[in-house]
């Protein structure tokens, strides 16, 4: 209840320092704006390079990831190890 009444309370004294400082409200506004442009531009700008950076590695093949025959096997290695662990553990009980 106490955030409700306090919300509303800072809405009524929004809207009267909207009302009473409307024209320096619109000098800050002005103000606000091409920062925000330049540093919103800016990251859109860096982030469409590194895109566009990340789709012509792709194309080229250049940094794929190379295959990893090694890992494969010793991956399978392990997995029937496990296997044989969890059937030994089975057979014990």
Known sequence: MKTLIGGAIAVLLGVVGLAVWFNQFLVLLAGCIPPVLLIGGGLALYLGFDELKDSWKNDKGDD??????????????KIEKLEKELDDLKKEK
């Not at 794929?64 to 290695?77: R, V």
């Open 64 to 77: 794929a990831p190379a295959p990893h025959q090694e890992a494969k096997s010793d991956d399978k290695t």
